[in-house]
Each structure stands twice: as C-alpha cells, then as structure tokens.
C-alpha cells in the first residue's frame, strides 16, 4: 500500500522549497552549504530533489500550499539570472494552478513561525503530520495535538500573507528586477 500525500502545506522563512527549486538554485543552495564537496555530490543533490518535484506534474498530485517570507524573493541565491528564473517558475506554477503559493510580507513583523520552517502534511490512509527542519536535522511530528497546534500556527502565517494574487505581483515584480540586475551585470 501506498500512502499519498493529499495536501502538503509549507512555510518557507529563507529558502524556496525543494518542491519549487530550480535545477539552478537548487545547485546555488548545495554549493554554499557544501562547498568542499565535489561536483558528483552537488549533481547527486540536485538530482534527488528534481525527482522529488515531479510529484507535482503526478495527475494524482497533491494540493500543495506555500507561504514564503518576503525574504525567500529578496535573497539573490545563485545570482541574479538564477533567481529571476526561480522566480520566473514560481509563478509559472502559480498560474498553472499547481500550486497557491502565498507571500508574508515584511511589513507583516512578528509572525507565528518565528522558528523557521515548517511542513503539514495530510495523507489519504494515515494521520496527519507535521515536519520542522534546521540545516542539520529534521523533525517528523505526529503527536496529535503538536500537529494541531502546527495547524493554527501554519493558519495564522496564511491569515498575515497577502493573497494569492497580490502574491504573484510581488514575485513577478522581484522576477523582473532580478532580470534587469541580470541585463545590467
């Protein structure tokens, strides 16, 4: 048996999520946390979390949720072409309708994932969990009432984002000015 993810919801405070990543950021990310690591390893991450976004083209996908902080859009990882791609294929698969991504603006201030990331997950045949991460680990949650609690927190960040739409404009709009910071260098 199976267990498929029926809805994936993530908070993003620095980083795009692997499903959203660009072969090109992807490689930008695995090179500044790996920089002593040779090309074969950096090729075998990238790799990995490619295949891993192919969910996303699955008739069977998941409904996936994204709320990036503003900071996901501002921080120019692999150079200015690399993210006005990165963003360039956000938006693409906001309009696709593959997935509603929303943004938390800075002007939100204190938010209620101060602590960084945070995925929810909900399956078709098993509980609901939660997954916190930092660079050098993970946590899966499945305590039920951690995860509800990961919930409301997971709600109140998509109730201080702005909307969907007004979350396009803002990642098309960083998309262009990283294309003329591209055109200019």
Not at 60 to 86: C, D, F, K, S
């Amino acid at each position: 048996m199976t267990i498929r993810d029926t809805r994936i919801c993530e908070f993003a405070p620095t980083v795009v999520p692997g499903l959203l990543q660009t072969k090109e950021y992807a490689r930008a990310v695995t090179i500044a946390a790996n920089p002593f690591e040779p090309d074969s390893y950096v090729d075998e991450i990238v790799t990995a979390r490619s295949e891993r976004s192919l969910i996303l083209d699955d008739a069977a996908r998941p409904e996936y949720w994204v709320t990036l902080h503003e900071n996901v859009l501002r921080i120019g990882v692999g150079g200015p072409q690399a993210m006005a791609a990165q963003s360039g294929h956000i938006a693409r698969l906001m309009r696709d309708r593959t997935a509603v991504v929303t943004v938390l603006p800075y002007d939100a201030g204190a938010h209620a994932a101060m602590g960084g990331m945070l995925k929810l997950m909900d399956f078709e045949e098993a509980p609901p969990v939660a997954c916190t991460e930092t660079e050098y680990s993970g946590t899966l949650i499945d305590d039920p009432a951690v995860v509800m609690h990961a919930q409301r927190t997971y709600d109140l960040l998509r109730a201080a984002a702005l909307s969907p739409e007004a979350s396009l404009a803002l990642i098309e709009s960083a998309a262009e000015a990283f294309r003329r910071c591209a055109r200019s260098t």
